[in-house]
């Protein structure tokens, strides 16, 4: 499973084939110019949640490639009177898609649209196959529910927000990451706004203090995750 980062929240990832991104907030990111979003590939798109900085660019790379939209289920609905297609899915619950196994699961946010219309309960998602098993976590707090996930999932990468302000910041993560039983996180939602600038050194540093692996990409680089 390849993992690549497209900046703020987004990804693209690659397993069975298939090309899904994550959450693509690229066009109005100035960190992330050098991406173009109209060279992505696209059979899937997941959305943890409505927020602009997280559907920005979902109708302009939908539209192109046909992509299927899986979210909860208020936001496919949004997507679909615009035409595009979805899977919707409500936390808790999974479906066996044709690149692996997706959990919606439970996120503490808030998930309105732009608009301001309803855009369901923020989640993240669990994506399963035979390559490896990765949680997605979406923006959120540190959670109790995370202890949940190790029950039934043996996680080969978790993807946290670092950025604090709007989610959890670094120390959280950390416990989060003791709380998933996962040593290989991948930190996400920082340094795009002024808010949730990091010091990544530091960041770095605090979680090899606790023994665990902190992944900083640049933006549009790839992490390959394996079982
Ligand atoms: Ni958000
Ligand atoms: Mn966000």
């Known amino acids: 499973m390849k993992v690549t ?30 991406i173009d979003i109209n060279t992505l590939e696209a059979d899937y798109i997941l959305i943890t949640h409505a927020h602009q900085d997280h559907i920005l660019d979902v ?27 979805g899977h919707p899915l409500n936390h808790g619950g999974s479906w066996e898609f044709d690149f692996g196994k997706v959990t919606y699961t439970n996120a503490v946010h808030t998930s309105s649209f732009p608009d301001g219309s309803y855009g369901g309960q923020p989640g993240g998602f669990i994506i399963a196959n035979d390559d490896a098993t990765i949680y997605i976590a979406g923006d959120t707090a540190l959670t109790m529910d995370m202890k949940l996930i190790p029950m039934r999932h043996d996680l080969d990468l978790a993807i946290l927000p670092i950025g604090d302000n709007f989610t959890m910041g670094v120390e959280d993560a950390i416990i989060a990451a003791d709380f998933l039983e996962c040593t290989n996180i991948l ?15 530091a960041a770095v540093r605090k979680f090899i203090d606790a023994h665990r692996d902190l992944h900083l990409l640049k933006i549009g680089e790839t992490l390959e995750i394996k079982k």
């Open 5 to 34: 980062f497209l900046g703020h929240a987004s990804l693209s990832i690659e397993t069975n084939g298939k090309h899904i991104i994550v959450d693509p907030f690229i066009t109005a990111n100035e960190l992330a110019k050098d």
């Open 187 to 201: 930190g996400y939602h920082y340094d795009t706004f002024g808010y949730i600038k990091i010091d990544h050194d």
């Open 59 to 85: 109708e302009a790379i939908a539209k192109r490639t046909g992509a299927k939209v899986v979210s909860n289920y208020e936001i496919v609905n949004y997507f679909g009177e615009k035409g595009i297609d």
